[in-house]
């Protein structure tokens, strides 16, 4: 079972494959019972260029992580609602983009709250960035030079989606 983990946005974007395993058999080897990243990205469109040909990008680049890996599910943030209402107008347009693709695509999709994130992947819902990425990198075989917080939140987002569906 593949999952597509995006953190969304129009600047940036994470993304992130992970490969839920689901046998039975754990190993008493660490490393062997981490979910395994397949990919991760932070993908970036710039900012010179105009906001429908940000979505362009946004949705031609979701399209062949899709072709490429062939994920069963894509778990997607939900929006948070901040003081900046024309950012999450262009973010929640973003989303709009991925959502299309998948479902394109067939996949499922399931929308995860940033509380959801931070109960599934460290047990407390007022968990902070550090944590969450110490947690990350705990649960997962992430590469250690990944320090793009979008790419680890997409990482994180494909946890949670592995935690609460069940396979």
């Known amino acids: 079972m593949r999952i597509l983990g995006v953190d969304p946005g129009f600047e940036r974007l994470g993304i992130a494959i992970l490969e839920k395993n689901t046998s039975e058999k754990k190993s008493f080897n660490k490393t062997q019972n981490k979910e395994k990243i397949l990919f991760s990205e932070c ?11 940000r979505l362009l990008l946004i949705g031609k680049e979701i399209r062949n992580v899709i072709k490429k890996f062939k994920p069963d599910i894509l778990a ?16 929640a347009e973003a989303r709009g983009v991925l959502i299309y693709e998948a479902s394109q695509k067939g996949l499922e999709i399931l929308e995860i709250s940033p509380l959801q994130i931070k109960m599934a992947i ?8 550090n944590q969450i990425i110490k947690m990350v990198r705990m649960l997962s075989d992430v590469k250690k030079d990944k320090e793009s917080d ?10 949670t989606a592995s935690s609460y569906k069940k396979f």
């Open 150 to 159: 979008d790419e680890l939140d997409a990482i994180a987002i494909a946890l």
């Open 76 to 91: 997607v943030e939900t929006l948070f609602i901040n003081t900046n209402q024309k950012t999450a107008m262009r973010v």
């Open 122 to 129: 460290t047990g407390y819902g007022r968990a902070d960035k």
């Open 43 to 53: 993908f970036k469109t710039s900012v010179k260029l105009d906001f429908p040909e």
